[in-house]
């Protein structure tokens, strides 16, 4: 778990990938944060440096972006989580942009998705077309690229119900062979039940019990 | 300058000689009514805050009472209604960031926000600027720190067009081994954290403490609006949570009202202790700044350490990893003097304890004019019959303050600390887990205040706001522990304003003893008032209360759950449509008897609420409060998207003759209940123990709403009509 000035998601992520995932886990401060031990990693969510300039544009640009990319040119399974993904992009290490929500407004609500072309140390546990429930809580979560070639192949969330304007309804992305992922939507949120409201299912589960396995066993 | 004649001849008694520029300036803030309390101190005295699990009451920043094995809670609100006021967008901002820090000196890791709104007419357009930017201050300011705002509540009225009321309060725990709480002594040095001195919030806490008079004012005052930094008060959280497992701190102050001058007078003076500053030493934005400027800057996100000599590395190689400046701007002795040196100079040499505890003021307090006006009997007989219920109902649940507000809780990470178990919406009080407690374990937040009621009759609104508090707490099955308080009133020089603090102090204490609820802590907010408005800012006081939860998957929210169930009324109904939104809605009206506070209702009904969700009978409760049993049922219909059969009829009441009362009436102690019908007989056994009044009222069935009184039917409206109104009337209004 790679903690920037401003990060807020990380202890919650390690819960439940200790929990949940059955994983050792740590929130590693940014500046200390060596490629070398670790088997996967999490950019969490929050505000890293505030959301000054862009959502993530500073962090992107830290050293700790090149420890990251070399480890995933070595196959290290990287995740973004909301704050995360929109630092994957800034870093140009996943396609597309985050902009602000088309209204305007901050949104946290929870929210419908299906995934498309699961692969992938996140996503080996998830049947093509899940439709499941995630919560959103995000300002700038709109996701652009210029065309959907871009994207099509890779494997999708999509919103089942658009809550930001998003193209192509995506939610998250992760490169061809599912190695890095980044995603709006916050499956740590989504991973116990008993935060889970009535009437809405475990949507993070998945990808939970996906890197679990995927760690132990391989992908 | 709000200094009176009378302190600035105290204060030359007090140093013997004529003060200094920066004296003055200290001097001015700490006594301040904002941080000295002088007007407010001898009724607050008043207030119960003794209790078995109390660990720390009212005088340090926060407060601090037993939770479960070896923890505490630590939870305090304030106001920010002067800045929000002048400045929205920084002044609720930066409430929030104040309260937060309260909530950090006792170590405590900040876990959940409330914000209680008091806001205007949305049509307004002054109002809706105001309305937009502080919540999106507050939305801000919460979401970058990570803190999410979990509860609170909202009320529209246009006599807060100009002038909002903005309270603010935040929880957090803490193992009680680890609670920051060492007695400060001499040689110890003063270290200040976090963000840079400059000019803004200069003197905040003394224009807090005087009337906004006229537009010019608003405009003039926007320099003593201090500006938030959340990123520095992110990292100063992450810090202290840190520095708090290594045990080296020893106390810990924010910087809030009155900044420098007044952390540093209520440390010394608290200990019987003496301090020499260095003003030269602390990190400053603007080099110009001037030392009686410096002392009370309330630039924001600064707290003060008392760290001990040898410790002190410790603490700089923490504050160096998170990157946050820090200066030791000096050190404490026994002499019991203050004394502040800048460019060599001595620039203020003050005795601690004369500074930091001005005589207390007694003020006078007399009955409004227009208390009698207001407090009518509302005959039943005068009330015109309501001719189509179907859209008094609809009117209803669109007005603002019955209507849903998901409009402001979407814009706030209710969920970041994965803790929320009951989110805004679905009950009648948010619950959070507590992981590092223990599995299950949990607590439940809530705030309440209702300005018609203290408006018209602030005794008993404060009492009702206590009560309201407190079932609010019991319907989601948790055991209410504590409260603190936020009393909202006028300029306290002024007798008709001062009699609502004063009843309002009363009203709560009153209802807290009753209750055995410890008022742990709280503030007091006077000179809320505009005279650039024609109508007044209505006085109110605002409870958070806590209650702890042994068991979080049994925990009940408002929503209907299954078919065939039935739906008691748990509770007494009176004829009491005074002060009602019924009246309000109806026929416009805001006057009236304000209903009757019932503590010994409260707590045995309670008591009965508590054992049915205990026994698990309890699938959905949802206290009966603004807008009587019409809204509390229809609300639990929109939220479990399923309809009701009720039959009013089966409402056990005393001295009701037409059915507005039983459907309308604001009577307290009440509650709606989901039951099995495979249990009515246990439970109605089990209220006949307690000695508590239920009727079986209705059966959840099919898709509409269905209020008949014995067989008659009154009106039909179709649950998915109600969700739409109720869900996007806010929604509608503010877009």
Known sequence: MIKFPGTNCDLDVVWVLRRVSKLEASSVWFTDFRVGPWDAVVIPGGFSYGDWLRAGAIAARSKVLDEIREGIRNGLPVLGICNGFQILTEAEVLPGTLLQNNSCRFICRWVKVRFYNPRGPWLKLVPEGLTTDMPIAHGEGRYYIESEDVVSGKPLIKYVGNPNGSAYDIAGIASDDGIVLGLMPHPERAAESELVPRGRSCGGLHIWLSIGESLRVGW | MPLSNDELVEIRGILGREP?????????????????????????????????????????????????????????????????????????????????????????????????????????????????????????????????????????????????????????????????????????????????????????????????????????????????????????????????????????????????????????????????????????????????????????????????????????????????????????????????????????????????????????????????????????????????????????????????????????????????????????????????????????VKGDGNPRYTYINPFRGAANAVAECYRNLVSVGSKPIAIVDEVNAGNPEKPDHYWYFTEMVKGISWMAQELKLPVVGGKVSFYNEDLSMNSPVKPVATIVGVGTIANIRNVVTLDLKEDDDLILIVGTTYPELGATEFLQVHLGLELGEVPLPRPSSELRNAGFISELVGLGYAKAVHDVDVGGVAVAIAEMCIKGLKGVVVDLSKVPNRGCSRYEELLFSETQARYLVEVGSEVLDVVVDLARKYGVDVGVIGRVVGDELVISYDGHVLTKLKVDELVNVYENSLNELMS
């Open chain 2, 20 to 444: 200094t520029k920066a004296e003055l300036n200290m001097f001015e803030a700490q006594w301040s009514e904002h941080c000295s309390y002088k007007s407010s101190r001898y009724y607050l005295k008043l207030l119960p805050s003794d209790g078995e699990d109390v660990i720390i009451g009212p005088g340090r920043d926060a407060p601090a009472v037993k939770i479960f094995n070896n923890y505490a809670v630590v939870f305090k609100m304030e106001s920010h209604n002067h800045p929000s006021a002048v400045d929205p967008y920084n002044g609720a901002a930066t409430g929030v960031g104040g309260i937060v820090r309260d909530i950090l000196t006792l170590g405590a890791r900040p876990i959940a926000l409330l914000d209680m709104l008091f806001l205007g007419d949305p049509t307004d357009q002054h109002a809706d600027w105001l309305i937009k930017n502080v919540v999106k201050g507050i939305s801000d300011y919460g979401n970058r720190i990570g803190v999410p705002v979990v509860s609170g509540m909202t009320w529209f009225d246009k006599a807060y067009n100009r002038y909002p009321l903005v309270n603010v309060a935040c929880v957090g725990v803490v193992e009680i081994s680890k609670l920051v709480n060492k007695v400060p002594e001499a040689n110890d040095l003063i270290v200040i954290i976090g963000n840079t001195t400059g000019r803004d919030g200069l003197l905040g806490s003394s224009f807090a403490s005087k009337p906004l008079d006229s537009s010019e004012d608003y405009l003039n005052n926007i320099s003593a609006v201090q500006v938030g930094n959340p990123l520095i008060e992110k990292l100063i959280i992450d810090f202290i949570v840190d520095i708090t497992d290594l045990g080296v701190v020893k106390y810990i102050k924010d910087l809030g009202g009155g900044g420098l001058a007044t952390a540093v007078s209520e440390l010394t003076a608290d200990y019987g202790l003496g301090a020499t500053i260095v003003l030269d030493n602390l990190h400053l934005r603007e080099h110009d700044l001037r030392p009686e400027e410096i002392l009370v800057s309330e630039s924001q996100e600064r707290m003060l350490l008392v760290v001990s000599r040898d410790d002190l590395k410790v603490v700089q190689e923490l504050l160096e990893k998170y990157g946050i400046q820090y200066s030791v701007v000096g050190s404490l002795d026994r002499s019991g003097v203050i004394k502040v040196y800048y460019r060599g100079d001595l620039v203020a040499e003050v005795p601690a304890k004369a500074l930091a505890k001005p005589r207390i003021r007694l003020r006078d307090a007399v009955v409004p004019k227009h208390f009698n006006e207001l407090n009518v009997e509302v005959r039943i007989t005068d009330i015109p019959e309501v001719k189509d219920l179907r859209k008094l109902m609809l009117k209803m649940l669109r007005s603002p303050n019955i209507a849903s507000k998901e409009w402001i809780y979407s814009q706030y990470d209710y969920e970041v600390g994965i803790r929320t178990v009951v989110k805004p919406g679905y009950g009648d009080a948010a619950v959070l887990r507590l992981v590092e407690v223990g599995d299950g374990l949990g607590i439940a």
